[in-house]
T-cell receptor
Framework: SQTIHQWPATLVQPVGSPLSLECTVE??????LYWYRQAAGRGLQLLFYSIGIGQISSEVPQNLSASRPQDRQFILSSKKLLLSDSGFYLC????????????FGPGTRLTVL | GIQVEQSPPDLILQEGANSTLRCNFS?????LQWFHQNPWGQLINLFY???GTKQNGRLSATTVATERYSLLYISSSQTTDSGVYFC???????????FGRGTSLIVHP
Protein backbone atom coordinates (compact mmCIF):
# COMPACT_ATOMS: atom_id res chain seq x y z
CA SER A 1 0.00 0.00 0.00
CA GLN A 2 1.03 3.59 -0.49
CA THR A 3 2.25 5.80 2.32
CA ILE A 4 3.44 9.37 2.48
CA HIS A 5 5.91 10.73 4.99
CA GLN A 6 6.70 14.28 6.01
CA TRP A 7 9.32 15.58 8.38
CA PRO A 8 9.82 17.22 10.65
CA ALA A 9 6.38 17.21 12.30
CA THR A 10 6.96 20.57 13.98
CA LEU A 11 9.58 23.23 13.51
CA VAL A 12 10.34 26.57 15.16
CA GLN A 13 12.74 28.75 13.22
CA PRO A 14 13.99 32.33 13.57
CA VAL A 15 13.29 34.91 10.90
CA GLY A 16 16.02 34.86 8.25
CA SER A 17 16.99 31.22 8.76
CA PRO A 18 16.83 28.63 5.96
CA LEU A 19 14.16 25.96 5.62
CA SER A 20 14.02 22.46 4.23
CA LEU A 21 10.91 20.29 4.51
CA GLU A 22 10.92 16.84 3.02
CA CYS A 23 8.16 14.64 1.69
CA THR A 24 8.54 11.09 0.43
CA VAL A 25 6.00 8.68 -1.01
CA GLU A 26 6.24 4.90 -0.88
CA UNK A 27 4.42 2.24 -2.82
CA UNK A 28 3.74 4.09 -6.06
CA UNK A 29 5.65 5.23 -9.12
CA UNK A 30 5.64 8.54 -10.97
CA UNK A 31 3.24 10.27 -8.59
CA UNK A 32 2.06 13.83 -8.96
CA LEU A 33 3.32 15.68 -5.89
CA TYR A 34 1.95 18.81 -4.25
CA TRP A 35 2.89 21.25 -1.50
CA TYR A 36 0.10 23.14 0.25
CA ARG A 37 0.13 25.68 3.06
CA GLN A 38 -2.67 26.21 5.51
CA ALA A 39 -2.38 29.47 7.42
CA ALA A 40 -4.57 30.52 10.33
CA GLY A 41 -8.13 29.75 9.38
CA ARG A 42 -9.14 26.93 7.12
CA GLY A 43 -8.11 27.44 3.50
CA LEU A 44 -5.53 25.31 1.72
CA GLN A 45 -3.24 27.24 -0.58
CA LEU A 46 -1.45 25.29 -3.30
CA LEU A 47 2.21 26.34 -3.41
CA PHE A 48 3.86 23.94 -5.88
CA TYR A 49 3.09 20.82 -7.82
CA SER A 50 5.22 18.42 -9.82
CA ILE A 51 4.27 15.83 -12.42
CA GLY A 52 7.79 14.40 -12.75
CA ILE A 53 11.43 14.61 -11.69
CA GLY A 54 12.74 18.12 -12.12
CA GLN A 55 9.32 19.45 -13.23
CA ILE A 56 8.05 22.05 -10.77
CA SER A 57 5.13 24.43 -11.23
CA SER A 58 4.67 27.33 -8.88
CA GLU A 59 1.17 28.55 -8.17
CA VAL A 60 1.92 31.60 -6.07
CA PRO A 61 4.96 33.93 -6.08
CA GLN A 62 6.57 33.69 -2.68
CA ASN A 63 9.66 33.25 -0.56
CA LEU A 64 9.71 29.49 -1.10
CA SER A 65 11.02 27.07 -3.69
CA ALA A 66 10.51 23.38 -4.37
CA SER A 67 12.60 20.62 -5.85
CA ARG A 68 12.03 17.02 -6.88
CA PRO A 69 15.41 15.30 -6.95
CA GLN A 70 13.92 11.79 -7.08
CA ASP A 71 10.67 10.30 -8.35
CA ARG A 72 9.09 10.01 -4.91
CA GLN A 73 10.79 12.88 -3.08
CA PHE A 74 9.56 16.45 -2.89
CA ILE A 75 11.40 19.16 -0.98
CA LEU A 76 10.20 22.60 0.06
CA SER A 77 12.89 25.16 0.78
CA SER A 78 13.57 28.74 1.68
CA LYS A 79 16.83 30.64 1.91
CA LYS A 80 15.51 33.16 4.43
CA LEU A 81 12.28 32.64 6.33
CA LEU A 82 9.78 35.44 6.89
CA LEU A 83 7.23 35.71 9.68
CA SER A 84 4.53 35.22 7.06
CA ASP A 85 5.93 31.77 6.21
CA SER A 86 4.47 30.38 9.43
CA GLY A 87 1.77 27.83 8.87
CA PHE A 88 0.89 24.20 8.40
CA TYR A 89 2.57 22.64 5.38
CA LEU A 90 1.00 19.63 3.75
CA CYS A 91 2.41 17.38 1.08
CA UNK A 92 0.08 15.35 -1.12
CA UNK A 93 0.29 12.86 -3.96
CA UNK A 94 -1.91 11.56 -6.72
CA UNK A 95 -1.45 9.34 -9.75
CA UNK A 96 -2.60 10.10 -13.25
CA UNK A 97 -4.24 13.14 -14.73
CA UNK A 98 -7.89 12.70 -15.46
CA UNK A 99 -8.83 10.67 -12.41
CA UNK A 100 -6.49 11.58 -9.63
CA UNK A 101 -7.56 10.93 -6.08
CA UNK A 102 -5.30 12.92 -3.80
CA UNK A 103 -3.74 11.69 -0.54
CA PHE A 104 -2.14 13.86 2.12
CA GLY A 105 0.78 13.47 4.47
CA PRO A 106 0.62 14.28 8.20
CA GLY A 107 1.93 17.82 7.74
CA THR A 108 4.64 20.03 9.23
CA ARG A 109 3.70 22.84 11.58
CA LEU A 110 6.17 25.70 11.06
CA THR A 111 6.45 28.66 13.41
CA VAL A 112 8.74 31.51 12.42
CA LEU A 113 9.69 33.80 15.31
CA GLY B 1 -10.85 27.67 -13.19
CA ILE B 2 -13.53 25.77 -11.34
CA GLN B 3 -15.13 27.43 -8.31
CA VAL B 4 -16.01 25.36 -5.23
CA GLU B 5 -18.31 26.60 -2.50
CA GLN B 6 -19.17 24.78 0.71
CA SER B 7 -22.02 25.33 3.11
CA PRO B 8 -22.62 25.87 5.89
CA PRO B 9 -19.28 27.37 6.99
CA ASP B 10 -19.88 26.35 10.59
CA LEU B 11 -22.07 23.72 12.19
CA ILE B 12 -22.62 22.83 15.83
CA LEU B 13 -24.40 19.61 16.71
CA GLN B 14 -25.36 17.59 19.71
CA GLU B 15 -24.03 14.05 19.71
CA GLY B 16 -26.43 11.73 17.93
CA ALA B 17 -27.75 14.33 15.50
CA ASN B 18 -27.64 14.01 11.72
CA SER B 19 -26.22 16.60 9.33
CA THR B 20 -25.81 17.39 5.65
CA LEU B 21 -22.86 19.28 4.24
CA ARG B 22 -23.04 20.71 0.75
CA CYS B 23 -20.46 21.37 -1.95
CA ASN B 24 -21.38 23.34 -5.08
CA PHE B 25 -19.06 23.53 -8.06
CA SER B 26 -19.16 25.76 -11.11
CA UNK B 27 -18.22 23.31 -13.88
CA UNK B 28 -18.44 19.65 -14.75
CA UNK B 29 -15.99 17.59 -12.74
CA UNK B 30 -14.07 14.38 -13.23
CA UNK B 31 -12.60 14.43 -9.73
CA LEU B 32 -14.40 15.18 -6.50
CA GLN B 33 -13.26 14.30 -3.01
CA TRP B 34 -14.43 14.81 0.54
CA PHE B 35 -11.86 15.10 3.32
CA HIS B 36 -12.03 15.36 7.09
CA GLN B 37 -9.31 17.39 8.80
CA ASN B 38 -8.99 16.17 12.36
CA PRO B 39 -7.84 18.35 15.29
CA TRP B 40 -4.22 17.29 14.65
CA GLY B 41 -4.39 18.63 11.12
CA GLN B 42 -4.38 15.33 9.29
CA LEU B 43 -6.48 15.35 6.13
CA ILE B 44 -8.30 12.06 5.92
CA ASN B 45 -9.88 10.86 2.69
CA LEU B 46 -13.57 10.19 3.15
CA PHE B 47 -14.87 9.71 -0.39
CA TYR B 48 -13.68 9.92 -3.96
CA UNK B 49 -17.00 10.54 -5.66
CA UNK B 50 -17.14 12.36 -9.02
CA UNK B 51 -20.64 10.93 -9.47
CA GLY B 52 -23.11 8.63 -7.77
CA THR B 53 -23.55 7.61 -4.16
CA LYS B 54 -21.21 5.91 -1.71
CA GLN B 55 -21.54 4.89 1.91
CA ASN B 56 -19.00 4.14 4.59
CA GLY B 57 -20.50 3.39 7.98
CA ARG B 58 -22.29 6.46 9.32
CA LEU B 59 -21.08 8.59 6.44
CA SER B 60 -22.41 8.71 2.94
CA ALA B 61 -21.95 11.01 -0.03
CA THR B 62 -23.86 11.78 -3.17
CA THR B 63 -22.65 13.73 -6.20
CA VAL B 64 -25.15 14.94 -8.78
CA ALA B 65 -22.73 15.94 -11.52
CA THR B 66 -25.41 17.28 -13.87
CA GLU B 67 -26.59 19.71 -11.19
CA ARG B 68 -23.06 20.47 -9.97
CA TYR B 69 -23.29 19.64 -6.32
CA SER B 70 -22.22 17.02 -3.84
CA LEU B 71 -23.62 16.24 -0.40
CA LEU B 72 -21.95 14.61 2.59
CA TYR B 73 -24.28 13.03 5.13
CA ILE B 74 -23.22 12.34 8.68
CA SER B 75 -25.65 10.27 10.71
CA SER B 76 -25.66 9.74 14.47
CA SER B 77 -22.79 12.18 14.88
CA GLN B 78 -20.07 11.53 17.44
CA THR B 79 -17.59 13.88 19.10
CA THR B 80 -14.85 12.32 16.98
CA ASP B 81 -16.60 13.69 13.89
CA SER B 82 -15.54 17.19 14.94
CA GLY B 83 -13.14 18.97 12.63
CA VAL B 84 -13.21 20.63 9.26
CA TYR B 85 -14.71 18.96 6.20
CA PHE B 86 -13.31 19.90 2.81
CA CYS B 87 -14.61 19.29 -0.66
CA UNK B 88 -12.12 19.39 -3.56
CA UNK B 89 -12.90 19.20 -7.26
CA UNK B 90 -11.15 19.38 -10.59
CA UNK B 91 -12.24 19.19 -14.19
CA UNK B 92 -11.00 18.92 -17.73
CA UNK B 93 -7.91 16.81 -17.10
CA UNK B 94 -6.43 19.24 -14.58
CA UNK B 95 -3.80 18.04 -12.10
CA UNK B 96 -4.93 20.71 -9.66
CA UNK B 97 -8.01 20.27 -7.47
CA UNK B 98 -9.77 23.35 -6.17
CA PHE B 99 -10.62 23.19 -2.48
CA GLY B 100 -13.63 24.74 -0.87
CA ARG B 101 -13.22 26.82 2.30
CA GLY B 102 -14.49 23.97 4.41
CA THR B 103 -17.26 23.36 6.93
CA SER B 104 -16.18 23.47 10.56
CA LEU B 105 -18.15 20.90 12.56
CA ILE B 106 -18.28 20.78 16.35
CA VAL B 107 -20.11 17.88 17.96
CA HIS B 108 -20.89 18.35 21.64
CA PRO B 109 -21.31 15.35 23.97
Amino acid sequence: SQTIHQWPATLVQPVGSPLSLECTVEGTSNPNLYWYRQAAGRGLQLLFYSIGIGQISSEVPQNLSASRPQDRQFILSSKKLLLSDSGFYLCAWSVGKNYNEQFFGPGTRLTVL
Amino acid sequence: GIQVEQSPPDLILQEGANSTLRCNFSDSVNNLQWFHQNPWGQLINLFYIPSGTKQNGRLSATTVATERYSLLYISSSQTTDSGVYFCAASSGGSYIPTFGRGTSLIVHP
